[in-house]
């Protein structure tokens, strides 16, 4: 469901259609076991499985993206006041950006894969963390930033996929997708 998601699949000129998975996502205190790459992969055969069920013999793409700095996984912040602390966290260090992937259809094994990207931040004072948070919608975004709004505000350097820093790491997708269509 996220619009990031779907302007990525848009751009390139993948068909869908947007159905909200309703499966109950892990977190890292439900499944404290795992890396978070394998939370990433988890979470996106959830979501991904639970829409296959309702739409049997459509092909299902799940996703699902982690900010990770050191052992601390950020997801989507609270309020304003936990986005500024994990922002505040972020700043002048370099963070992991995890997507896990599953591309599935009901009855079928799937495809599932993930990407990891490293991102670094700029060094940020309160005053341009607070100017950067007026300008995003940070709540429903992993970590409480968007890298494809105002990046030369907060982003010095991506290694890797910039697209799975916005949400989908759209150079393993496409792949995938075609060798999921050639072969149907």
């Known amino acids: 469901a996220s619009p990031r998601r779907a302007d990525l699949l848009n751009e390139a000129r993948i068909p869908f259609v947007v159905h909200p998975s309703r499966a ?19 979470n996106a055969e959830l979501k991904a499985r639970e829409v296959s069920q309702r739409f049997p013999g459509r092909w299902v793409l799940g996703a699902d993206t982690l900010v990770v700095l050191g052992r601390t996984v950020f997801g989507k912040p609270r309020n304003m006041k936990e986005a500024g602390i994990m922002l505040g966290r972020l700043v002048g260090r370099t963070h992991r950006v ?14 599932m894969f993930s990407v990891t990207s490293q991102v670094t931040f700029k060094k940020l004072d309160r005053g341009e963390i607070q100017d950067y948070l007026k300008r995003i919608h940070p709540l429903d975004k992993a970590g409480a930033y968007a890298a494809q709004e105002h990046t030369d505000r907060i982003i010095a350097k991506v290694k890797g996929s910039f697209t799975n820093v916005v949400g989908l790491p759209m150079e393993r997708v496409v792949r995938e997708w075609r060798r999921i269509v050639q072969s149907d």
């Open 24 to 42: 109950r996502e892990a977190t890292p205190l439900s499944h404290p076991r795992f890396t978070p790459r394998q939370l990433a992969r988890h």
């Open 98 to 111: 995890i997507t896990g992937v599953c591309l599935c259809r009901k009855g079928e094994k799937g495809k």
